[in-house]
């Protein structure tokens, strides 16, 4: 069995920043792209960032110039350093990852984390 953590989310005004993290544990074997959504309330889930196994880096144009996708391969953790905070950013903060499971990573298991809720007031 394998999971995604997040944490690191909360409160912060307007202009803070936040390090959001996310780690896979379990019988991980190796962790393959790995991203960021988040949703607000009555709204549907929206890709933030994602950092491909290659190196490559998405972001949604909302978040271009703020928001920073890294990861680090030994620890399987992604994270999202967010900076600029403005309210509209508010919502839950989810990780998305494919995770390679089993002795030799032969199984493959898309994975969502619980998510994370990111408050940003005026």
């Known amino acids: 069995q394998v999971q995604l953590v997040e944490s690191g989310g909360g409160l912060v005004q307007a202009g803070g920043s936040l390090r959001l993290s996310c780690a896979a544990s379990?019988?991980?074997?190796?962790?393959?792209?790995m991203g960021w959504y988040r949703q607000e309330p009555g709204k549907q889930r929206e890709l933030v960032a994602t950092?491909?196994?290659?190196?490559?880096?998405h972001y949604a144009d909302s978040v271009k110039g703020r928001f920073t996708i890294s990861r680090d391969n030994a620890k399987n953790t992604v994270y999202l350093q967010m900076n600029s905070l403005e309210p509209e950013d508010t919502a839950v903060y989810y990780c998305?990852?494919?995770?390679?499971?089993?002795?030799?990573?032969?199984?493959?298991?898309?994975?969502w984390g619980r998510g994370t809720r990111v408050t940003v007031s005026a």
């Open positions: 379990g019988r991980v074997f190796s962790v393959g792209a």
């Open positions: 950092f491909t196994t290659g190196g490559s880096t």
């Open positions: 998305v990852s494919n995770i390679y499971t089993g002795d030799y990573g032969e199984r493959t298991v898309g994975s």
